[in-house]
């Protein structure tokens, strides 16, 4: 409502009740997919201001005469916590241009500025930083540009932000899922959504297709797009609004396989590659560099294993070390970024850099884990 002009003196009322005056720098209208500058706008212009370097979502712009500040917007609470931290694996800084904390820090202050459900919160280690947002999904793409940008980051399994009500009682965020998906998936889908905790809210099939809606707990939700565009054949759609918090549902099945966990540093071979494969699954194809405590691969039981996947096969007088090399090699599995944030554990962090996606160990180490994992167990005891 009203009238706006450029270098006119506004005021800007706060969030906490307060109000600051500022001058309008720049004025802007839009016409199709440019911005003109003008001199002044009235009601009903859509308009960009310059001069405003603290405003936030919800905060009105008003005369200083007679400011009437509008109703605030609530922009909803964040619901997945994640710790993006310096990389600190033998291998840093190969790939990444921005590796440093400074530099981490500075990208996630620029990223705040304009995503208003994001939150960074300095840890206890100087080179960590817990970012909260709204799922999985808007944490994934943020990391995915970062990646883009040349950052290399280190990143811990999500955590959904728990809390308790009034009455003491632990509480869990839910999301209210729509999927459209044909008929011929929905049983795996209704399967695969009551195994993370899901409950059916409605469904309507029309041809061969149908609509389901379900209320999941947030946590239920880390993983399960990928998997449904794989039951789906990529013909299903997904949406997701957040619905508010309900009683702990207890715990959702998460990964059943282990780790594989190289033991030296070098280079995958063909001839360990062909050893391990029966152990599991590989991520990397032979050649790649590897460092000790690197995940290379998926275990086929529920438990950790180190493997010595750099191994060469001894060459002597009656045979060379290409001899007998016609076995065919599983390939291996190259996991998306959505999928690998879902694939980890407590225990471990997931590097991002500008060209790959490793797993490994916080703790490097073979001797120093098998300690603290005996500790782990005796606090559980």
């Known amino acids: 409502s009203g009238q706006i002009a450029k270098n006119q003196e506004v005021a800007v009322a706060k969030r906490d009740g307060t109000i600051g005056k500022t001058r309008v720098k720049e004025l802007f209208v839009f016409e199709g997919l440019e911005r003109t500058t003008v001199a002044e706008a009235g009601t009903g212009e859509i308009v960009a201001l310059a001069g405003f370097d603290d405003i936030e979502i919800g905060e009105t712009i008003t005369t200083t005469e007679n400011p009437k500040p509008l109703p605030l917007i609530n922009v909803d609470e964040p619901t997945i916590a994640m710790i993006f931290g310096v990389n600190t694996s033998p291998f840093s800084g190969i790939d990444g241009?921005?590796?440093?904390?400074?530099?981490?820090k500075e990208r996630?202050?620029?990223?705040?500025?304009?995503?208003?459900?994001?939150r960074v919160e300095q840890t206890e280690a100087a080179e960590q930083f817990k970012v909260s947002g709204r799922g999985e999904l808007q944490l994934a793409i943020l990391i995915e540009t970062m990646r883009r940008e040349g950052y290399?980051?280190?990143?811990?399994?999500?955590?959904?932000?728990?809390?308790?009500?009034?009455?003491?009682q632990i509480v869990e965020p839910y999301e209210l899922v729509t999927l459209e998906l044909p008929s011929d998936a929905m049983g795996d889908v209704m399967e695969d959504l009551a195994r993370r905790r899901g409950?059916?809210?409605?469904?309507l099939q029309e041809n061969d297709a149908v609509r389901l809606e379900y209320?999941?707990?947030?946590?239920?939700?880390?993983?399960?797009?990928?998997?449904?565009?794989t039951m789906t054949r990529g013909l299903g759609t997904i949406s997701s609004l957040f619905e508010g918090y309900g009683p702990y549902k207890g715990e959702v099945q998460g990964?059943?396989?282990?780790?594989?966990?190289?033991?030296?540093?070098?280079?995958?071979?063909?001839?360990?590659?062909?050893h391990?494969?029966?152990?599991?699954?590989?991520?990397?194809?032979?050649?790649t560099d590897v460092y000790a405590g690197m995940i290379v691969g998926a275990c086929s039981r529920d438990e950790d294993m180190v493997v010595n996947i750099t191994i060469q096969k001894a060459a002597t007088n009656m045979r060379s070390a290409n001899a007998d090399a016609t076995s065919v090699l599983d390939a291996h599995k190259e996991l998306s970024l959505e999928q690998s944030l879902a694939w980890l554990r407590d225990d471990e962090l997931l590097e991002v850099?500008?060209?790959?996606?490793?797993?490994?160990?916080?703790?490097?180490?073979?001797?120093?884990r098998r300690v603290a994992e005996r500790r782990n167990e005796l606090v559980v005891q």
């Open 97 to 104: 241009k921005f590796v440093t904390s400074r530099q981490i």
């Open 215 to 229: 209320s999941i707990p947030t946590r239920g939700l880390i993983g399960f797009r990928s998997n449904y565009l």
């Open 152 to 168: 290399e980051i280190a990143i811990s399994r999500p955590q959904v932000i728990l809390q308790r009500d009034e009455a003491g």
């Open 199 to 203: 409950e059916m809210r409605d469904m």
């Open 276 to 287: 391990v494969q029966e152990r599991g699954t590989l991520f990397f194809p032979v050649g």
């Open 353 to 368: 850099t500008p060209k790959l996606l490793r797993f490994r160990k916080k703790i490097l180490d073979h001797s120093e």
């Open 255 to 274: 990964r059943t396989q282990g780790s594989l966990i190289a033991k030296d540093p070098g280079k995958m071979t063909r001839y360990a590659y062909e």
């Open 108 to 118: 996630l202050d620029r990223e705040l500025l304009g995503n208003v459900a994001l």
